[in-house]
């Protein structure tokens, strides 16, 4: 869902405020990638919430947080809003660098098969989709609303013929 609203962001937002909004767009695209990074860290601040473990969470955001301000002092007066989404990406991959191998030695979870299982159908096929997609000029903005109507149809399409990749791990466990 997150590599169709980054492949989308541009054509949902002229369709919704009409053309100009280029830099709201890529602000949009930021946090998808942002989200995305964030969700992959989900499961494992479960994991450690779950087995009684709450510090190896608070230590995560803690390590986003100072990374994150760190970033930002830098980057916004450089790049402004861009420069506040990418600091935030780049705080949650660090500290989720962090966790996730943390959480994984710590209980015994093999990473190798969860990057194969979990990450590759859940993430990397969507992302080489919208690639993809943008990449052969599907990915642009329109110059109309109707141009971009146009194109969120060709982009849902697409996207949805391949399963958006999203449940390709389920399918191949049933």
Known sequence: MLAGLWLTAPALLTAWLGPGHDESAAIARSLAVMFGCLILAGPA????RGAGAPGLETATFGIALAVDVALSLVLVP??????AVLAMTLSIVVAGLWLVPTVHRRWGIATRPWLVATVAPRVLIPAA?????AVVGLGG??????TALRDLVLHGAAFLSTGGGADVAD???A
């Open 78 to 83: 450089r790049m402004g809003p861009q420069g």
């Open 171 to 173: 399918r191949r466990r």
């Open 129 to 133: 989709v919208a690639a993809g997609l």
């Open 45 to 48: 601040t479960a994991i450690a």
């Open 141 to 146: 903005s329109g110059d109309s609303r109707g």
